[in-house]
């Protein structure tokens, strides 16, 4: 039963730094453009929206895990996050309202930030895999941007 409420201590803290950190980085944005979303009352009831959107997920999915059905039992944690998020904002205007304060910007940067810890995680498990897989993923890189450029280039060339 600890080890399940630790669990939950550790999601809740990691949620709270998530929080201070999208503060921070929406503060610092201010500072650099003064006409960039304001940090306001409702900037916090959206964090507070979007905590607790996470935390009602994470909830949903540790009761999953309990039921028979190997698709309930296996959904991401992310799914059961996203869809407590859709039927809160469709049932509830003012969620959408709060969480359309918090800068987009400042929400991406947590999210690359623990994106990127859990990668370097783990880099051991990388170095064990054949080397084949680093070539695949150097052409889908250099595929993934040279297309990218074209279709931009082509939108440009429309638009004159």
């Known amino acids: 039963m600890t080890a399940g409420l630790n669990q939950y201590v ?12 999208i503060l921070f980085t929406q503060e610092i944005k201010l500072v ?14 959206g964090l507070f929206s979007l905590y607790l959107f996470s935390m009602m997920g994470i909830g949903i ?9 190997s698709f309930l039992r296996n959904f991401p944690i992310l799914g059961w996050v996203s869809i407590t998020s859709l039927v809160m904002c469709l049932i509830f205007d003012f969620f959408v309202t709060a ?13 690359l930030t623990f994106a990127g810890i859990s990668v370097v995680d783990r880099l051991a498990d990388l170095r064990k ?3 084949k897989i680093g070539l695949v993923a150097v052409f889908v890189f250099i595929g993934t941007y040279v297309v990218s450029a074209l279709i931009a280039q082509f939108g440009l060339t429309l638009a004159g």
């Open 32 to 45: 650099k453009n003064p006409e960039s979303t304001p940090v306001t009352w409702l900037t916090i009831a």
């Open 129 to 131: 895999s054949s080397w």
């Open 99 to 111: 969480i359309q304060a918090v800068d987009f910007l400042s929400i991406t940067t947590p999210i």
């Open 10 to 21: 550790k999601y809740a803290l990691v949620l709270l730094l998530s929080i201070a950190l």
């Open 61 to 69: 999915s540790q009761i999953m895990k309990k039921i028979d059905v």
